[in-house]
């Protein structure tokens, strides 16, 4: 039988942040200013990375790849977000909310396949330096990049669907500030648990088996920085390593606190404060993070500022 015909809710209450009038106009000022940051810092690096041509290298592409991603992560949530702010209905349609949590999911699915090609990218830079040039050419650089992509959005898209298909004839108010896999299973007339478990399978997989990727390729990347016997060259590596060490933990952390641990029985207000870590702080925190520790993207980033200022 198909649900949706059941479905009587048409659209959907965000109810995002608790607060009078007043606390609504700062939480707007802020989510702005953090929005409008976000968007100058990671759209200055893709600018940087595509007009400087020493930048045209396998880490810089990676990095002005990850910093276009970011743009249209944050996009997916917050310019909602700041609308909701300021209405007295707070509304979504039904379809918009599924395209929300479809992008948005698919997004960060995309984010977590593009960090363990960074990782790559770096254990075979600091760990096989002869081979990486052969390896790790701009044709594979490329690849790799279509293929996060692809994958990223097709993750998710089975469980967008079996979602959507569920029976929602109300109430239709949802507790947070973005369409959430949890606030919509509460709001089904019928129990999925099928649909929840496939989701919650998939989710944990995919964050759990990056996760130790990742961190696999870091330990032989730090085994073999400890083997330098240059100290320049130790900091060098470790400053590069750091910056996306730094990325990988905000990020991760918080997904494994939303995704993997239970969260249903946590309050409200703190699930929309761990959604908040991993959707708008790590990306107004990327530009941050990777132009101030690197000093070929800080010479680039100068050199695009002079030439907006011209």
């Not at 929300?100 to 698919?106: H, M």
């Not at 649909?195 to 399978?201: A, D, K, N, P, R």
């Not at 959604?275 to 132009?291: A, D, G, Q, R, W």
Request: aromatic fraction near 14%; proline fraction near 4%; hydrophobic fraction near 50%.
């Amino acid at each position: 039988m198909n649900n949706s015909v059941k479905s009587t809710v048409t659209e959907f209450v965000l109810l995002g942040f608790s607060g009078g009038q007043e606390m609504q106009i700062f939480l707007f000022s802020l989510f702005f200013g953090v929005y409008i940051f976000t968007m100058m810092g990671n759209g200055t690096i893709v600018c940087a990375v595509r007009w400087d041509q020493r930048l045209h290298t396998p880490m810089y592409i990676l990095l002005g790849n990850f910093a276009f991603l970011e743009i249209w992560y944050i996009t997916s949530t917050v310019p909602n977000m700041l609308a909701n702010f300021l209405s007295e209905t707070k509304t979504i349609s039904f379809v918009g909310c599924f395209l929300q949590f479809y992008f948005f999911t698919s997004l960060a699915t995309t984010e977590t396949y593009l960090l363990c090609v960074m990782a790559y990218d770096r254990y075979l830079a600091i760990c096989r330096p002869l081979h990486y040039p052969t390896i790790m050419t701009l044709q594979l650089c490329y690849i790799l990049m279509f293929l996060c992509w692809l994958f990223g959005f097709l993750s998710y898209s089975v469980s967008t669907m079996q979602l959507s298909q569920l029976s929602f004839c109300g109430p239709n108010i949802i507790d947070h500030f973005m369409c959430d896999m949890d606030p919509l299973m509460s709001l089904s007339c019928a129990p999925a648990p099928i649909t929840e478990i496939v989701f919650y399978i998939l989710s944990s997989l995919i964050i759990i088996l990056t996760l130790l990727y990742i961190l696999g390729s870091y330990i032989l990347l730090l085994i073999a920085v400890l083997r330098v016997p240059s100290a320049a060259g130790r900091r060098k590596a470790l400053s590069t390593c750091g910056s996306h060490l730094t990325v990988v933990c905000l990020f991760f952390g918080a997904l494994l606190a939303m995704y993997v641990s239970p969260t249903s029985e946590n309050p409200a207000e703190l699930q929309k404060i761990i959604t908040l870590f991993y959707s708008v702080v790590t990306p107004f925190l990327n530009p941050l993070i990777y132009s101030l520790r690197n000093k070929e993207v800080k010479a680039a980033l100068k050199k695009v500022l002079r030439i907006e200022r011209a």
